[in-house]
């Protein structure tokens, strides 16, 4: 009875978001996986149009609708642009946590998220065990970009070119990384979040060594949980629930006026999923998460905004062309596109070159990019041509996904040039 209850509950909320559309199709002229597919059933309001008739139709066809509300980015780029503030994020991921309760998960997906993702150290521990025979599998793609390719595993990342694992994850080195700044004004939580952490951990010791300069003292836990975000993208409200509360437990009593994290998806998690999933669950700690959604800021915001801090006048190394690529989930989701391009506009050896288009959306969207690989990669293609428009000899962003895609994408095209997070590029003239 409980269940049917949560279930009227979260179809109700639906109902009601759905009924700002005017069906004025402002979203098929931005949405980034219409303008590949050219089928009405990928653009938002096609969705909504299913959605309408939710009850009826995941009972008729459940398969369908499951398949047809995968088939998007959850980029925002159509909530961004949308007239009436049609919240198609919230509406499309309530809506597959309602089917994924009905027809269940995967046996795959369970062992993903519910036997690994939901445990941490033992998520940990897999993930550490993996990098060690990672070389079996894998091989060199483009050296000059770092990357490696595997047929091996194909048939599962199909012909992508990708970063492997770290050899050493950041939280296998953070003991070396506590603060030093015990006079420090301001007391920060670091937040890395799972890429940074397992594949990119040079960007967390960057905003770590950052923090420190400009006389900030980093908390950095023993171990976080995932934000859930990926287990929520499938609809599995349970897993994404249990990551929540064990992120809160580990947040409560920090101390932290601000919770920071380098990765776009993680801060718009934290700020904007949390509490309305936090709402729409009914959970008692609804109060807690609103208060560290306002404490959350991405790094490249808290530098500019509150520490106001800066380069030296004479920075070190070479000049360089450097292009800045929006992730969607900081500029569309946060209104976060000034802070990074004022931090790259402060560095004196570098030339912030604008590329068009620079906060289209790239393709990735977690998920979708393993589920609708063609697609994924026929959007990023488009960056990939703007990217190399601008001669620039460095990619810069504020996401590690993103940053992901545009590997994957120019490694592709046989480009050498090296996509870095904003914050390695501060560190690197600080």
């Known amino acids: ?33 219409f303008a590949e597919t050219q089928k009405e059933s990928d653009v938002t309001r096609g969705k909504i149009y299913m959605l309408e008739g939710l009850a009826k139709n995941m009972i008729a066809d459940t398969k369908g609708v499951k398949q047809r509300l995968e088939k998007c980015l959850l980029c925002g780029t159509c909530s961004a642009n949308c007239p009436s503030g049609v919240s198609a994020v919230e509406i499309f991921i309530l809506a597959r946590s309602i089917l994924t309760d009905f027809i269940g998960l995967s046996a795959a997906k369970k062992a993903i998220f519910r036997g690994m993702l939901s445990h941490p150290k033992l998520f940990d521990a897999l993930l550490g065990l993996s990098k060690k025979f990672q070389g079996v599998f894998i091989k060199p793609a483009n050296p000059e970009m770092g990357t490696y390719c595997s047929a091996a595993l194909s048939s599962f990342i199909g012909e992508r070119h990708f970063v492997p694992l770290a050899k050493q994850s950041f939280y296998a080195k953070q003991k070396k990384l506590q603060s030093t700044s015990k006079d420090s004004e301001l007391k920060v939580l670091f937040f890395p979040g799972c890429v940074v952490d397992k594949i990119y951990p040079n960007i967390a010791e960057s905003a770590v060594a950052v923090l420190e300069k400009n006389n900030t003292s980093v908390s950095i836990p023993e171990i976080q949980a995932c934000c859930g975000i990926p287990a929520l993208a499938s609809g599995d409200a349970r897993s994404f629930e249990t990551l929540l509360k064990q992120n809160l437990e580990m947040f409560r009593n920090s101390g932290a006026e601000y919770i920071l994290t380098p990765c776009a998806t993680c801060t718009s998690t934290i700020k904007k999923v949390w509490p309305m999933m936090a709402k729409n669950l009914k959970l008692d700690c609804l109060e807690q998460v609103e208060q560290i959604a306002e404490k959350s800021k991405d790094i490249s915001e808290f530098l500019v905004d509150i520490l106001r801090a800066t380069p030296p006048a004479l920075s070190n190394g070479k000049g360089s062309r450097v292009t800045y690529h929006d992730p969607c989930h900081l500029g569309k989701s946060l209104g976060v596109n000034r802070q990074p391009r004022e931090l790259l506009n402060a560095m004196a050896n570098v030339e912030l070159v604008e590329m068009q288009n620079a906060d289209a959306c790239c393709g990735n969207g977690g998920s979708f990019n393993l589920q609708h690989y063609q697609t994924s990669t026929a959007i990023g293609n488009r960056k990939c041509e703007n990217i190399k428009a601008t001669g620039a000899d460095v990619v810069a962003t504020s996401c590690p996904a993103c940053m992901m895609q545009l590997t994957d994408v120019l490694s592709k095209d046989n480009q050498a040039i090296p996509v870095k997070h904003v914050i390695e590029l501060f560190y690197e003239v600080s």
């Open 1 to 33: 009875m409980k269940d049917l209850e949560k279930l009227s509950s979260m179809l109700a909320e639906i109902d009601d978001l759905l009924s700002n559309c005017m069906k004025c199709g402002m979203c098929q002229a931005v949405c980034p996986v």
